[in-house]
């Protein structure tokens, strides 16, 4: 019974370069959610998808930022032209449906750095 | 603007005693609260939530108390264990926050023998 499956664990790119984070939610989990954890600070929500959906988009930044949960395959977090204020640790989510009062399931998350 | 604060960056407990972890919140909309747990290099794990409309939650070694009117909850692990060593984060979300979480800044605990 696979949990949330994310990778790469570790991701390193330079200044400019783009980055793709995937997110295999559990079976039967159509429900993904991204956060971001900065060094010394808690998990920031980022994005919330359902298949072929984004239902809350509020905390990704308004440039550079997107995300994509297809039909068929993992959810996608891209980052275009990464600045070093990018470098953190992006975690995957996933639940069977919209209520959060059971938790989560995380990822082990990716942990990007951009040098 | 940090709706959920966790004022205390790090505890440190002797091993068979009770470890008391708390969170305090700003946003009287927030419906539900949930404890997470996270080790190094690991994605957060769920410990035990609590909804607003109740004052205690209990779950084998870990309770949480819920303080509406002070806004603040608290997490009791009794006894102990050197495996409960981890980052602890207190969150709260809301029916009209669409699933979304807003975390504290976690703390750190530390069970020694």
């Known amino acids: 019974n696979a949990g949330v499956m994310q990778n790469p664990r570790h991701l390193v790119r330079r200044r400019g370069q783009e980055a793709r984070l995937r997110c295999s939610p559990m079976k039967g989990h159509s429900h993904v959610y991204w956060y971001r954890q900065l060094p010394e600070e808690g998990l920031k929500f980022m994005v919330y998808l359902q298949k072929e959906n984004i239902i809350d988009e509020s905390g990704m930044p308004k440039e550079r930022f997107s995300a994509e949960f297809p039909k068929e395959g993992p959810s996608i977090l891209r980052i275009q032209q990464v600045v070093r204020g990018d470098s953190a640790a992006y975690f995957c989510?996933?639940?069977?449906?919209?209520?959060?009062?059971?938790?989560?399931?995380f990822g082990s998350g990716t942990r990007l750095t951009v040098v | 603007d940090q709706q959920v604060k966790q004022n205390s960056p790090s505890l440190s407990v002797q091993e068979g005693r009770i470890s008391i972890l708390n969170c305090d919140y700003t946003?009287?909309?927030?419906?539900?609260f949930l404890w997470y747990k996270k080790y190094p290099a690991e994605g957060p794990t769920f410990l035990i939530s609590?909804?607003?409309?109740?004052d205690k939650n209990e779950d084998g070694r870990f309770t949480v108390f819920l303080n509406k009117s002070a806004k603040h909850l608290s997490l009791h692990i009794v006894p102990s264990q050197p495996g409960d060593s981890a980052v602890y984060f207190c969150?709260?979300?809301?029916?009209?926050?669409?699933?979304?979480?807003?975390f504290g800044t976690g703390t750190r605990l530390q069970v020694t023998l």
């Open positions: 609590i909804s607003s409309i109740k």
């Open positions: 969150a709260a979300g809301g029916t009209g926050t669409a699933s979304k979480l807003t």
């Open positions: 946003n009287s909309m927030f419906d539900y």
């Open positions: 989510a996933s639940s069977p449906d919209r209520v959060a009062y059971y938790g989560y399931t």
